[in-house]
């Protein structure tokens, strides 16, 4: 039944599109793999008569590279994560949203409106959020082995071969944790601490390096490596999938939590298609369609009611209170992220 409300409530969201459909063409700018590539575009260009084109990147750093050297007038809609916004708004490389034309801002959850790096959604509305943890083959490693972050970084185990993520704040916040540190912290010594442990760590044989989630989570799949920090909706299907064989897990010491949000680039050619995107996004058909292909949790609490029951059931989708309390939000840390970018680029070059 609730199959047939979703497929109906997304014809009916294709039919209240069309109304207002103005052709031409979006250009989005996001990570690989974060909706059906295939399918979703479709659907907004059904609704809208609007064609989309995506480009991909691996990390928010590649992101704002690219939007820094020109590609500010190439995109219509970029996807970053929370903790850099700040350096985007700052750097004046948004667009402000007009709230006029987004009537499905109401949608979002509670906790989603007007976040603490950008208030009253001035520049942003909420895509995803999840966490960042293990993603595993159990054949290779046991559940005991997982349940602390040790399975990486202490020497004295022999987790077979893995990946770390290649994102500076996730990466480094992971370690200062492990070592009983602030997520967060802006001290030079702990910031060198971490970095002598992910230089150590990147130096054993069984480390293959650094990799975006989705190469790290493809090498577990291929048995190129045994475990994979990554993005919890990267591991989530395949675990689905596969269940007997794959697992995903936050290690006790705790991880990231983030929410990526739809944004505008400063110079993006297609302004009103942008925020028929983002109003289209927002509609409880489209939002709940995108989280059950992504498995991510999704900030549209309108959109709650027709997800995948598994998913809600999903302590990798949705973390238990035991979990949340152990998640962190990367706060953005001013002139101190200098001192941060030193500690990664010792770790990077070391």
Known sequence: MKK?????????????????????????????????EANFPKEFEKATGIKVSLDLYESNEEMMAKLQSGGLGQYDIILPSDFI???????????????????NLKNLSEKFTSPDFDPGNKYSAGWQWGTVGLFYNKKKMSEADVKSWSVIFDPAKTPGAFYLIDSVREMLGITLLYLGYDFNTTNPKELKAAADLLVATKKREAC??????????????????????????????????????????????????????????????????????????????????????????????????????KDLDNPGVWPPPEVIKTLKFIKDLGKDNRIVDEAWTRVKSH
Request: proline share 6%.
């Open 208 to 309: 293959l390096g650094f990799k975006g989630g989705v190469g790290g989570k493809n090498d577990v799949i291929s048995g190129t490596a045994s475990a994979a920090v990554v993005y919890n909706g990267d591991a989530i299907q395949t675990v689905a999938e596969d269940p007997e064989t794959y697992g995903f897990i936050v290690p006790r010491e705790g991880s990231a939590i983030w929410i990526d949000s739809m944004c505008i680039p400063a110079k993006a050619p297609n302004l009103e298609a942008a925020h028929k995107w983002i109003n289209w996004v927002l509609e409880p058909a489209a939002g709940a369609s995108l989280s059950n292909f992504n498995h991510y949790a999704t900030p549209n609490g309108a959109a709650v009611p027709y997800l995948s029951k």
């Open 85 to 103: 916004m700040p350096s985007l708004i700052h750097l004046k490389l948004l667009t402000p949203l007009d709230h006029s034309k987004i009537p």
């Open 4 to 36: 047939m409300i979703l497929a109906l409530l997304i014809s009916l969201s294709f039919l209240s599109g069309i109304a207002w459909c103005g052709g031409g063409e979006l250009k989005i700018f996001t990570w690989s793999e974060y909706m059906d």
